[in-house]
């Protein structure tokens, strides 16, 4: 059996589905929109459902929010339908992190020997309430005794980090409008994503305000949607390779981080910057830490993730990114969190292509080192949508593709597919930054 | 006269007729002769209000509100470490110990802000209202308000840092927002 040096056993993630991210979903209810991410995971291991059932240890089930379904439970009734009783199964919740904390409960399901083989999956549906509701509803997610009265809103929270990013950093609103011409155009080349559309920064900067200075097309937006992930031991590889005669490309999970912080903006600290491998203290002289411009908790996620897989350098030692971009603004954060560039030079960072698609035009002219180090080649949270308790495992799952080469099969489409990718990283994100988790893949 | 929610233009860039969430009500619907034929039924689609009043206690954090209705901004103070909160803290996050609570200045500068053009269904009939977070010398952590009396049609960077000052509600409504900051001139 192999086991790495902290006795975790190894974790191969070895399938992936997801149902097509869409404004709303009013022909289904959530069970048969997770059905079509999970069967489809099913299918592409060659697996039956009945056999499924045999060869599944267990599950982890993945949805945010009671009060967008008025329906408390509703793992469980994806359990059922999905045929997967009576086995052991469990709902995670985390907010925005949903997602990627459902697919680290899975890792640790195998990687404790509890399980051989485990399903995440995960969902929301959004639509049930109007754009406002919905985003009421998200604001609560807010300290209901001092933040949500005060105009709880989340495009306004994010709106006040930018605001510092730039008075501190000098971050430009072009700058954030290059994530969204990016991320938008990325996705013009995924099927499964609700926004494709090929902008400009004009587009970006002309569209409606929503929280100073950040636009519609800086913010993600509520969407219906399902995904699925199969996790397995070695034990659990064969048991699969057995029932179905096939042996699946298998992608190895090598690391996983996660962190924290404080519910309140109001109060994050602000002290010293927590320091990867490859930075050094005198980097960030007179630098006040988090604040209310970055994320401690996506640099502790990082900072173990990396510890954990023996990466230290991510910009050399990590080949994609699919990260939790809510916002434009909140990719230019977390570059610097994840240590892709130092903290500060996010903006200058995207300016420069690094994470841009090495070999789609996107209309922004000469960038110098276009194709670096692609992030979002998905088009993330901004163009795919964000049904929050699928969107973490949709970044699993399009991570997943990227290392098996198999972008073309599933997508119809190789243009976004990262070229001999060895090694991508995931991140997945909640509030105004309180739990973010960073899990990463390789190929086997 | 504000608009109410459901009536604020429409987030999109196309032109469309605003959209609003009433509509009628169904009492029959066609059905199909053949029953396969229901595999290509459109859903129904009905509307289920949910309503409820909670009862929230503001627990350890009641004084804070006390404060506001007598015109006082209160934070609190750890009675080991020092560690100040701008925004009251009942125990230390640094050192577990309990707080003291504290009277916070009245005036105080811009750390960050935002103007919100769009907001929860619940704020969407006060759009456009600016969200600060404050600052004080000597207080470790900040505070969130609303920032007034300054143009939200021109928002610029140079709000941050601005001098503010406390402003207090005559009849309390025991409310974060019984406290509201105003440029100090």
């Known amino acids: ?3 790495q040096k902290n006795g975790r056993r190894d974790v191969y993630f070895i399938s992936g589905g997801i149902s097509k991210f869409a404004k709303a979903r009013p022909d289904v209810t959530f069970q048969p929109m997770v059905k079509e991410a999970y069967d489809y995971a099913l299918k592409d291991i060659g697996l039956d459902n009945r056999q499924a059932r045999e060869v599944f240890d267990g599950s982890v089930a993945s949805y945010f929010s009671d009060h967008f379904q008025r329906q408390l439970m509703s793992g469980i009734m994806v359990q059922d339908y999905l045929g997967l009783c009576p086995l052991p199964g469990h709902r995670v919740e985390a907010g925005g992190a949903t997602g990627g904390v459902c697919f680290q409960e899975a890792y640790k399901n195998i990687a404790s020997g509890v399980m051989d083989t485990c399903v995440a999956y995960g969902f929301e549906t959004m639509s049930h309430v109007n754009t406002w509701k919905g985003n009421e509803f998200i604001a609560l997610a807010s300290d209901v005794s001092f933040d949500y009265p005060v105009g709880g809103f989340y495009s306004g929270y994010y709106a006040m980090m ?10 430009t609103v072009e700058q954030l409008a290059r994530v969204s011409v990016k991320n938008h155009i990325n996705a013009f080349h995924n099927k499964y994503a609700q926004k494709r559309r090929k902008l400009t920064i004009a587009d970006v900067r002309n569209s409606d305000m929503v929280a100073w200075p950040l636009t519609l097309l800086d913010i993600c937006v509520m969407s ?3 995904a699925a992930c199969v996790l397995a031991s070695e034990e659990g590889v064969e048991r699969i390779r057995k029932a179905t005669g096939k042996s699946p490309k298998l992608v190895k999970v090598t690391g996983v981080g996660r962190g924290t912080d404080a519910m309140r903006m109001a109060d994050r600290p602000h002290a010293d910057v927590i320091l ?4 050094k203290k005198s980097d960030y002289k007179g630098l006040k830490y988090p604040g209310v411009h970055s994320f401690r908790a996506g640099r502790t996620a990082s900072k173990l993730a990396y510890e954990h897989a023996g990466i230290n350098n991510p910009i050399k030692d990590i080949d994609f990114v699919e990260l939790h971009d809510a916002y ?3 990719e230019i954060q977390t570059y610097e969190d994840m240590g892709l560039c130092k903290y500060g030079e996010g903006g200058a960072f995207v300016e420069s292509g690094a994470p841009f698609m090495p070999n789609i035009n996107y209309g922004l002219g000469k960038l110098p080192r276009q194709g670096e180090i692609p992030v979002n080649p998905s088009g993330g949270l901004i163009a795919c949508g964000h049904p929050v308790g699928a969107t973490g495992l949709m970044q699993a799952v399009f991570a997943l593709w990227q290392l098996q080469g198999s972008i073309k099969k599933h997508l119809g489409d190789n243009t976004i597919q990262v070229k001999d990718a060895k090694r991508g990283a995931i991140h997945s994100h909640a509030g105004t930054g309180t739990y973010v988790t960073v899990s990463i893949l390789e190929k086997n | 006269m504000k608009q109410t929610c459901l009536e604020k233009k429409p987030l999109t860039e196309k032109i469309k007729l605003a959209e609003t969430d009433d509509g009628a009500i169904l009492f029959r619907v066609p059905f199909p002769k053949n029953l396969k034929d229901l595999h290509d039924m459109s859903p129904i689609i009905i509307k289920q209000p949910y309503h409820i009043d909670y009862i929230h206690s503001f627990g350890q954090d009641s004084p804070f509100f006390a404060g506001l209705a007598n015109g006082k901004l209160l934070g ?11 925004t009251p803290k009942g125990h230390c996050m640094n050192c577990g110990t309990r707080c003291n609570w504290i009277e916070l200045p009245l005036t105080g500068r811009v750390h960050t802000f935002t103007v919100c053009q769009f907001g929860s269904e619940e704020f969407l009939k006060e759009t456009p209202f600016v969200l ?8 470790d952590t900040l505070f969130l308000t609303r920032l007034v009396g300054v143009d939200a049609a021109n928002p610029s960077l140079d709000w941050v840092g601005m001098k503010v000052r406390a402003q207090f509600k005559r009849n309390a409504k025991f409310k974060p927002t019984d406290v509201y900051f105003v440029p100090e001139k």
């Open chain 1, 1 to 3: 059996m192999a086991k």
């Open chain 1, 162 to 171: 930018v605001v510092r990013h730039m008075q501190e950093f000098g971050t």
């Open chain 1, 224 to 226: 219906d949607g399902a």
């Open chain 1, 276 to 279: 990867l491998p490859h930075e």
């Open chain 1, 328 to 330: 434009t603004s909140s």
């Open chain 2, 76 to 86: 609190t103070k750890c009675s080991k470490c020092g560690y100040t909160y701008g």
């Open chain 2, 132 to 139: 600060a977070l404050i600052e004080w010398d000597k207080v």
